[in-house]
């Protein structure tokens, strides 16, 4: 089991760059594939990014592809979500997720076991 905790939210201009930053507790932590995911109001949470438990493969949304880099430490227990050319519509509640099985991949919200209680990520325009 993990317990997840994000930081590094906040409010920035359309344009600008933010860092999120997910640290988990436990020694499984670097076992476990890692995934950002976002719910802006009166929308469902949606897939962002993920990043296998190596470290060596990612995977992004289309909509955040190219402007978003997911890495990882897994030394430090973090993984950690660098977003720049923010948009307005990137304005939401970002969570960090766990995903135990880690056999691939995965994007749906169903797929992870354990998250972070989110941190606010509002872009103004």
């Known amino acids: 089991q993990v317990q997840l905790v994000e930081s590094g939210g906040g409010l920035v201009q359309a344009g600008g760059s933010l860092r999120l930053s997910c640290v988990g507790s436990?020694?499984?932590?670097?076992?476990?594939?890692m995934a950002w995911f976002r719910q802006a109001p009166g929308k469902e949470r949606e897939f962002v990014a993920a990043?296998?438990?190596?470290?060596?493969?990612?995977y992004y949304a289309d909509s955040v592809k190219g402007r978003f880099t997911i890495s990882r430490d897994n030394a430090k227990n973090t993984v950690n979500l660098q977003m720049n050319s923010l948009k307005a519509e990137d304005t939401a509640v970002y969570y960090c997720?766990?995903?135990?099985?880690?056999?691939?991949?995965?994007?749906?919200?169903?797929?992870?076991?354990?998250w972070g209680p989110g941190t606010q990520v509002t872009v103004s325009s």
């Open positions: 990043i296998s438990w190596t470290g060596g493969k990612t």
């Open positions: 436990g020694s499984t932590f670097s076992r476990y594939d």
């Open positions: 997720a766990a995903d135990s099985v880690s056999i691939r991949l995965r994007i749906g919200v169903n797929d992870y076991d354990f």
